[in-house]
Nanobody, 123 residues
Framework: QVQLVESGGGLVQAGGSLKLSCAAS????????MGWFRQAPGKEREFVAA????????NYVDSVKGRFTISRDNAKNTVYLQMNSLKPEDTAVYYC????????????????WGQGTQVTVSS
């Protein structure tokens, strides 16, 4: 397994931007597909975006297409989520996760999870 630590969350006004980072430990980071999920209070954990081990394939939930971009830097063992044009409904705790397959939308496909970072978008 790989250990994951998210950062970059915070409070932003609607229309603003944030960039989340997820730093991974271990030398095998590059073999994992990576995903971002989010969970709002009282709601189930929701898939946001995923990226293949090479970065050549990505997948997004429809509600963030055109606004969010997932990327990774295997040399830095880090995956990113650039979030633009943020909306109040994007408010949630955001989690990164690692999977041995690409680019599943199901949390069950992911073996390792970070502790989460809070994103709050004010209207």
């Amino acid at each position: 397994q790989v250990q994951l630590v998210e950062s970059g969350g915070g409070l932003v006004q609607a229309g603003g931007s944030l960039k989340l980072s997820c730093a991974a430990s271990g030398r095998t980071f590059s073999i994992y597909g990576m995903g971002w999920f989010r969970q709002a209070p009282g709601k189930e954990r929701e898939f946001v975006a995923a990226i293949s081990w090479s970065g050549g394939r990505t997948n997004y939930v429809d509600s963030v297409k055109g606004r969010f971009t997932i990327s990774r830097d295997n040399a830095k063992n880090t995956v990113y989520l650039q979030m633009n044009s943020l909306k109040p409904e994007d408010t949630a705790v955001y989690y990164c996760a690692a999977s041995k397959i690409c680019c599943s939308t199901s949390p069950r496909s992911y073996d390792s999870w970070g502790q989460g970072t809070q994103v709050t978008v004010s209207s």
